[in-house]
């Protein structure tokens, strides 16, 4: 049995990065680039009128001839004197000599001439070439994660494919002869199974859209047949349940069958102790408590980092905020403590149904609270380390 603290390096250290692959920028929503996008352009390409009005030569006069029209598009030719004008609109071509841009809200026009009613400064209102960005500049540093906002900008850039980390692919094996499907009828001595759906859920929160689901009965033969299929086809396992010591938990020893490398197996920590973090060759195995809080809470801990990781991401664990509490906390187990709570602008307060099996308390925490194993006791208004998961 390890400490959180241990277990989290012996992930971080075992969970290496996707390989690359060049994908579409209009498919890329959620992908993290693998390497520094370059812009072939300068954004805008040419200066830009920022406004709908009128192009001109600044200077001391309000009465300008009208010479032309530039709109979106266009590449006007157009060369300018003092006291004239071309009517202009947003986005358009900006005569080579014009160096300011007033609204047409601010003149008076005729057919072929305005008057100035409220002079701009000079240069107002125009977009210059480059303002966004220049030609061979940084457009995003490996490791971005993309928005859509960064693919409209990488588009507007005329850059159409980029490379990024693959996503892993990622299954859900659950175990327990208990468990029933959601909508069928519920025998006595049985319970919906919730695992799956739930973990599935998580994972969209993490970007991985699709995780394939394998149920599978409480016996080695069944556990380790379905293992030996499952570890060749995907990057990480998440397994639900079998993994303590009853006698039909027999998740463990399926793994050691299907030569899965042990990292770690038990951790001091309340809830969720019985995890097993495993390896074969690339591929991430989470063994975790089939207690469905157990199993969210070690989710957000251990899995969620292991998969960011592995997609590219730079910060991959949860963030970490300061908050006063609001009761006394008494901690004489020694462990780790992932309390569900809630929190505000100031003050946590711990709620009520901690145990390992009810999710109606993370059902509305917005935070896990964390207490240190060492830590036997934390007094009202001390500050505590939340781990948002709103």
Do not use: W
């Amino acid at each position: 049995m390890i400490q959180v603290e241990e277990a989290l390096l012996i992930i971080a250290e075992n969970s290496t990065k996707m390989p690359v692959q060049k994908i579409q920028v209009n498919k890329s929503l959620g992908y993290i680039l693998a390497e520094t996008v370059y812009s072939p352009i300068a954004m805008p390409p040419f200066r830009q009128s920022a406004m709908d009005g009128y192009a001109f030569i600044h200077s001391e006069k309000h009465q300008y001839d009208i010479v032309g029209i530039s709109q979106a598009g266009d590449h006007s030719k157009i060369k300018l004197k003092e006291n004239e004008a071309v009517r202009i609109f947003t986005g358009a071509f900006v005569p080579h000599n014009a160096d300011t841009v007033v609204m047409q809200e601010h003149v008076m026009a005729t057919e072929n001439s305005i008057l100035i009613t409220r002079m701009p400064e000079q240069y107002e209102n125009i977009r210059s070439k480059g303002e966004q960005i220049g030609k061979d500049e940084v457009v995003f540093n490996a490791n971005t994660l993309i928005t859509p906002a960064a693919i409209g900008f990488l588009v507007c850039l005329g850059i159409t494919e980029i490379s990024v980390y693959k996503k892993p692919k990622v299954a859900i094996l659950v175990t327990g002869n208990e468990l029933v499907e959601p909508g069928e009828e519920l025998p006595k001595g049985k319970i919906y199974e919730s695992n799956s759906v739930m973990l599935q859920a998580a994972l969209q929160n993490v970007g991985i859209k699709k995780a394939k689901v394998y149920k599978v009965k409480d016996s080695l033969k069944a556990t380790k047949k379905a293992l030996k299929v499952i570890l060749k086809k995907h990057d990480i396992v998440l397994i639900s349940g079998g993994i303590s010591v009853g006698d039909y938990d027999f998740v463990k020893e399926a793994l050691v069958q299907n030569d899965v490398t042990e990292l770690f197996y038990k951790l001091n920590q309340r809830p969720g102790k019985p995890m097993f973090f495993g390896s074969k060759n690339e591929t991430l195995v989470f063994a975790l408590p089939g207690n469905p809080a157990s199993s969210l809470t070690n989710f957000y801990i251990y899995v969620y980092p292991a998969i960011k990781n592995r997609m590219g991401f730079s910060d991959i664990h949860l963030k970490k905020l300061l908050r006063k509490l609001n009761d006394d906390i008494t901690n004489t187990t020694g462990k780790t403590l992932f309390l569900k709570a809630l929190y505000d602008e100031t003050h946590v307060t711990v709620l009520d149904g901690q145990s390992s099996a009810m999710l109606n308390t993370f059902a509305i925490a917005n935070s896990l609270l964390v207490v240190p194993h060492d830590m036997e006791s934390i007094k009202k208004d001390e500050l505590v380390t939340l781990l948002p998961i709103d």
